[in-house]
């Protein structure tokens, strides 16, 4: 659903103005979405699915601009 999609890029973008490590912000926006800050194994789980992401879209930067800009939006896109 397109709708999906372009939430989940809107809250990347807004995931890439927020300082600090891949974790800081991954926490960041657990927080602004459920209100609650996340257990520790599941930040664990989504700061390792973002890097491996990253290093997908770091490979394909074609494939990253389709999903969503950068190859770091586009990792973000993926656990928004």
Same mark, same amino acid.
Request: glycine fraction near 6%; avoid cysteine.
């Given at each position: 659903?397109?709708? $999906?999609?372009?939430? /989940?890029? %809107?809250? %990347?973008?807004?995931? @890439? @103005?927020?300082? !600090? /490590?891949? @974790?800081?912000?991954?926490? #960041?926006? #657990?927080?602004?979405? *459920? !209100?609650?800050?996340?257990?520790?194994?599941? *930040?664990?789980? *989504?700061?390792?699915?973002?890097?491996? /992401? *990253?290093?997908? $879209? @770091?490979?394909?930067?074609?494939?990253?601009?389709? %999903?969503? +800009?950068?190859?770091?939006? /586009?990792?973000?896109? +993926?656990? !928004?």
């Amino acid at each position: 659903d397109p709708v $999906y999609v372009e939430a /989940a890029q %809107a809250l %990347a973008h807004r995931m @890439s @103005s927020v300082h !600090g /490590a891949v @974790s800081d912000r991954i926490a #960041w926006a #657990w927080r602004e979405i *459920l !209100g609650t800050p996340p257990e520790p194994a599941i *930040l664990t789980r *989504l700061t390792r699915l973002h890097t491996e /992401a *990253l290093a997908r $879209y @770091s490979e394909q930067p074609d494939l990253a601009r389709k %999903a969503a +800009g950068t190859p770091e939006e /586009a990792a973000a896109t +993926g656990i !928004g």
